[in-house]
């Protein structure tokens, strides 16, 4: 291994990061889908064109004692990709997805990967656009999504810094699994978790799945390679499947 490698080794092995069920060696302390920070939030400018392909999510989990709210994207002809613990423990009946212009359309679960952490929606009769998804990862790019109260699509600019390999839990800690992630920053607190990383022409390179508690302006995605199996897998798929249970640190509590 080279100085320089060694270098890296010593300065990140200290600090041990928790996101999305997984353990990964990064400069910061982060749960998954950490709450946003308190204060003024940052007025972000309504998204693009992009903005019609990116749809809020929402649903009920009564056993794990909360809604369903994050954001999605459309990258088939009717199909949602977003974040696998979005969905943990979720009632199929309840799932909904609202677009951009307010219409509201029920969608179910036809794929869902813990160890991934992604999952896919079939929502018929969506006629939001797909948004292509690529492997590469560099470049300006815009987090488009929908932050907490947002009516509307934001579109927040962020500096992928660098992409780190996770060795990391499964979202139900039941195995070891690596996953390729992007570290990420922006001028304000990330926003949006389960929405796109756009760069310009309109292609996703990534999906957002944390952001960090002690310095909120940095977040992580899983790379666009990590959302291709499951989302090609599923570019028909139709028939629903489990949602299966919370994830250990959202169960509700047992009544005394």
Not at 177 to 197: C, E, K, Y
Request: net charge neutral; aromatic share 6%.
């Amino acid at each position: 291994m080279s100085r320089e490698g060694w270098l890296m080794r010593l300065l990140w092995l200290p600090i041990l990061l928790v996101l999305a069920g997984c353990s990964i060696v990064v400069p910061w302390s982060l749960p998954t889908g950490s709450p946003a920070p308190t204060g003024e939030p940052a007025v972000l400018p309504k998204a693009g064109s992009e903005g019609r392909s990116v749809v809020r999510l929402s649903g009920q989990a009564p056993t794990c004692g909360r809604k369903v709210e994050e954001t999605g994207f459309v990258y088939a002809p009717q199909r949602v990709v977003t974040t696998a613990q979005a969905l943990a423990g979720a009632t199929p009946s309840s799932l909904a997805v609202t677009t951009d212009d307010g219409e509201v359309y029920p969608a179910r679960v036809v794929a869902f990967d813990p160890d991934v952490n992604a999952a896919v929606l079939y929502v018929p009769d969506l006629p939001a656009p797909p948004l292509p998804i690529a492997e590469e990862p560099t470049g300006p790019a815009q987090l488009i999504g929908y932050p907490k109260d947002a009516e509307h699509a934001v579109a927040q600019p962020i500096k992928i810094k660098r992409t780190v390999e996770a060795h990391s839990q499964d979202l139900y800690y039941t195995h070891q699994v690596t996953r390729t992630v992007l570290m990420l920053s922006a001028d304000s607190s990330v926003a949006a978790i389960g929405g796109p990383l756009v760069v310009p022409g309109g292609t996703v390179v990534g999906m957002v799945f944390a952001r960090a508690t002690q310095q909120p302006a940095d977040g992580f995605a899983l790379v666009a390679e990590e959302l291709l199996p499951i989302t090609k897998d599923a570019r028909a798929a139709t028939k629903r499947v489990s949602t299966r249970q919370c994830e250990p640190d959202r169960r509700k509590p047992a009544s005394a």
